[in-house]
């Protein structure tokens, strides 16, 4: 009873940004996603009769605290779908920043859910492990498709009609996305208790919630017609207005540093200069900035030399899951 799978991360291009039930994670709004080939996480799981609890092993270290407790909850939702109460090794390697703004999350739970599933029997669709995937990290439901793909919210409480559906695969539309990578280290506010700070104290996040609906149908109407300046700037005024939420919250925060806006003003200077390049940043420092394949090297170089940038990796459309 073993199996092994791939996930890539993917980055929001309409964020995910609060939650109207924290304990099966339903959002409170849609959300809207690309695929990146760039970063991954590779999960083999394999239930075991002789085990008296879990195994996990992340990157060649022992987990512990809240990363171990956050697979064995998920563990558990799988263990309960099969009816078998077996316990499981789980060895992940982890190719993103952890913390860091990069959606970790996102591919190591969507790697779990799809290896989970399938060592212990269980045959599911893409939408059924979408919304499997749901509860283990709300944007990982997302990385189960390549190329574009939207989060549906849903409206029952029970979750069933919250899952990520596909919009455009992975081979549509050669669009790339440059990570910026300023700071690796774990962030001081976390996703989820940024979330919470912002649902329950900020001010503008009614008004972030009320400007969703027009920003999906706008960048929806973008991908169709490959119109890469409506893509980008849905996308980065998006990003503005959920980072906006933060400094409207009690207490306020922010997840950026001062290399952040170096790198935001770099991406606004280029476009002055006539080269179609937009940004966008998730719960993190990182800046993602999105171009079309003949500007990459110029790009890649302008922003490498910025002081502050310790890398930068290029991606592409990634695919959805794969069984290794």
Not at 226 to 237: K, N, S
């Amino acid at each position: 009873m073993k199996a092994t799978a791939k996930a890539h991360t993917n980055i929001a291009l309409i964020k995910y940004w609060g939650k109207r039930n924290e304990a099966i994670i339903l959002p409170t709004n849609n959300s809207l996603s690309l695929t990146l080939d760039g970063y991954y996480t590779t999960t083999t799981v394999e239930f075991d009769e002789s085990l008296s609890q879990d195994q996990f092993i992340l990157d060649e270290q022992i987990a512990s605290g809240e990363q171990y407790n956050r697979v064995t909850a998920f563990l558990d939702i799988i263990r309960q779908m099969a009816g078998k109460q077996l316990f499981a090794n789980v060895t992940s390697v982890n190719e993103v920043p952890t913390a860091a703004g990069f959606a970790s999350s996102a591919s190591g739970f969507a790697a779990l859910a799809a290896a989970g599933s399938k060592a212990i029997g269980l045959h599911l669709s893409e939408k059924e492990l979408s919304r499997l995937t749901r509860r283990g990290s709300g944007s990982a439901c997302r990385s189960i498709y390549g190329g574009f793909a939207e989060w549906e919210m849903g409206m029952r409480e029970d979750g069933e009609d919250s899952y990520a559906i596909p919009i455009a695969p992975a081979n549509y539309w050669d669009i790339r996305v440059a990570a910026v990578v300023l700071s690796a280290t774990k962030k001081s506010v976390s996703s989820r208790a940024g979330m919470r700070r912002t649902v329950e104290t900020s001010p503008f996040f009614q008004g972030w919630l009320d400007s969703i609906s027009y920003d999906l149908a706008e960048i929806k109407q973008g991908i169709k017609a490959r119109d890469f300046q409506q893509v980008g700037e849905i996308a980065e005024a998006n990003c503005m207005k959920m980072h906006a939420t933060t400094l409207g919250a009690k207490p306020p925060f922010t997840y950026w540093h001062d290399t952040t806006l170096v790198v935001m003003q770099k991406v606004w200077e280029m476009r002055s200069q006539g080269i179609p390049v937009y940004f966008t940043i998730d719960a993190g420092p990182n800046v993602k900035v999105l171009y079309l394949p003949e500007h990459e090297a110029y790009i890649e170089q302008t922003l490498g030399e910025l002081q502050g940038v310790t890398d930068i990796r290029l991606s592409k459309p990634g695919q959805g899951i794969t069984y290794i």
